[in-house]
């Protein structure tokens, strides 16, 4: 089976809430993949329903050929949620030899403890821990059943930037083993930087799927910018410009035709230097999709 995971029509109600409608999505063995979306976009609801934590209305779901709960129960799925939480009174030794001792085929203590970064930690109680440390635990918990699909929902929360790098080297060591990972997140130069392909949601729907660079294009446009001796009027009528922001002495002009553009700019005498040009980013392309959809 090359399908790690399959939910084909799937949809789920809350009272008159459809958090999830009516979705169809795949993804291959091996595959790391972002969901992205606005709050109340579905994320965290799919990612339930995959766990089994949630029941789908419609549709079917589909874990390594099996229902989640049948997945789950196999050891084949592990989980980093935001609401899960742990015994402040608890050594990390502990928590990791708990959730070793669930599963039938566990990874060895010190490999969970080392490809979380948790071996300096060991034995040091969890509320001697910090935001960053405590996110690691819940990556390690996730990790000691030894899974083939890993699901996370907002795994670098509380992470300082040079933890954030830490834990993504991790997982590119746990990917590398032919692992398959979905996560959601916020941050999206996690989703841009770390994912093979980025997922988008907005009311339940997918709206968006394809590698970082194609749901780039999909929002269209570049970005010139150059520093100017003057004022930026009449920089909005070049034609090809779509919107003009000044920021200190450098001009930023959003446009959908910048040969257009630059063309004008040349011609039109203004003095200007340090002229680049760039295509959309995914901050840009995540804007302009969720805004089409009725971003929340």
């Keep these: 089976m090359t399908q790690a995971v399959r939910?084909?029509?799937?949809?789920?109600?809350?009272?008159?809430?459809?958090?999830?409608?009516?979705?169809?999505?795949?993804?291959?063995?091996?595959?790391t993949v972002a969901l992205l979306g606005p709050n109340g976009a579905g994320k965290s609801t799919t990612i339930n329903m995959l766990l089994g934590l949630a029941e789908p209305g419609e549709g079917v779901i589909e874990v390594f050929g099996r229902s989640p709960h049948e997945a789950v129960q196999a050891g084949k799925v592990g989980a980093m949620l935001q609401e899960s939480g742990f015994a402040?009174?608890?050594?990390?030794?502990?928590i990791i030899e708990l959730a070793r001792a669930l599963y039938k085929h566990p990874l060895p203590t010190a490999e969970v403890l080392a490809t979380a970064e948790l071996t300096e930690v060991a034995r040091r109680r969890v509320d001697k821990l910090s935001g960053g440390q405590t996110q690691r635990i819940r990556f390690a918990f996730a990790l000691a059943g030894n899974p083939e699909l890993l699901l996370l929902d907002e795994p670098t929360v509380a992470m300082d930037v040079e933890s954030r790098q830490?834990?993504?080297?991790?997982?590119?060591?746990?990917?590398?083993?032919?692992?398959?990972?979905?996560?959601?997140?916020?941050?999206?130069?996690?989703?841009?930087?770390?994912?093979?392909?980025?997922?988008?949601?907005?009311?339940?729907?997918?709206?968006?799927?394809?590698?970082?660079?194609?749901?780039?294009?999909?929002?269209?446009?570049?970005?010139?910018?150059?520093?100017?001796?003057?004022?930026?009027?009449?920089?909005?009528?070049?034609?090809?410009?779509t919107a003009v922001e000044v920021r200190g002495d450098r001009i930023l002009l959003r446009c959908d035709d910048s040969d257009a553009a630059v063309q004008a700019l040349i011609h039109s005498g203004r003095a200007y230097r340090d002229l680049e040009i760039t295509g959309a980013g995914l901050e840009a392309a995540f804007l302009t999709l969720t805004s089409a959809n009725g971003k929340e």
Excluded: C, Q
């Design 7 to 31: 939910l084909a029509g799937v949809a789920k109600t809350y009272g008159p809430v459809r958090a999830v409608d009516g979705i169809d999505l795949s993804i291959g063995r091996g595959e």
């Design 88 to 94: 402040a009174n608890a050594r990390v030794i502990e």
């Design 166 to 241: 830490s834990f993504w080297a991790a997982m590119r060591r746990f990917t590398a083993t032919g692992r398959t990972v979905l996560f959601a997140t916020h941050y999206l130069a996690e989703a841009d930087d770390y994912a093979d392909r980025v997922v988008v949601m907005a009311h339940g729907k997918v709206i968006a799927d394809g590698s970082g660079s194609e749901i780039k294009k999909m929002a269209g446009g570049r970005t010139m910018s150059f520093r100017l001796n003057g004022t930026g009027d009449g920089l909005a009528d070049l034609p090809g410009v």
